[in-house]
């Protein structure tokens, strides 16, 4: 399995298309190997997972940002290590939730100006 490196520029928090692209086809490997009982290939395919993150755009040099996401892939982790393919497989399906629901959760609603917006003391009316 080759590990692609995601670029930067240098800048902490700028986020990379290539990172995400390769974290995507990363994860699918890792719930392949799961699925399929290879405990070797999914170790793996985690490992090269957390390296990702190591060069990833986030501050924390973790593969996630977001805490939820982080916790259900160490989990996943924590249940490689122990050779728990049952348990890795529930909490990769945890955290494959955590993408389904963002994606099901509407934005908020967008305020309109009922009136007069003024910015800069000039005055539009909306």
């Known amino acids: 399995m080759s590990i692609a490196s995601a670029s930067r520029s240098g800048l902490p928090n700028q986020q990379s298309p290539g990172y995400f692209s390769t974290r995507k086809t990363d994860l699918a490997q890792l719930g392949s190997a799961i699925r399929s009982g290879d405990l070797a290939g999914a170790r793996r395919a985690y490992q090269a997972i957390i390296k990702l993150g190591q060069s990833g755009p986030f501050q924390?040099?973790?593969?996630?940002?977001l805490t939820q996401r982080e916790q259900d892939f160490s989990?996943?982790?924590?249940?490689?290590?122990?050779?728990?393919l049952a348990g890795?497989?529930?909490?990769?399906?945890?955290l494959q939730q955590t993408f389904t629901q963002a994606k099901l959760d509407p934005p908020p609603p967008i305020?309109?100006?009922?009136?007069?917006?003024?910015?800069?003391?000039?005055?539009?009316?909306?």
Request: hydrophobic share 45%; charged share 5%; aromatic share 8%.
């Open 60 to 65: 924390n040099k973790e593969a996630f940002a």
């Open 75 to 84: 989990a996943i982790g924590h249940a490689l290590q122990s050779g728990n």
């Open 88 to 94: 890795a497989q529930q909490n990769f399906q945890a």
């Open 111 to 126: 305020a309109t100006a009922s009136g007069p917006v003024v910015s800069s003391n000039v005055s539009f009316v909306a």
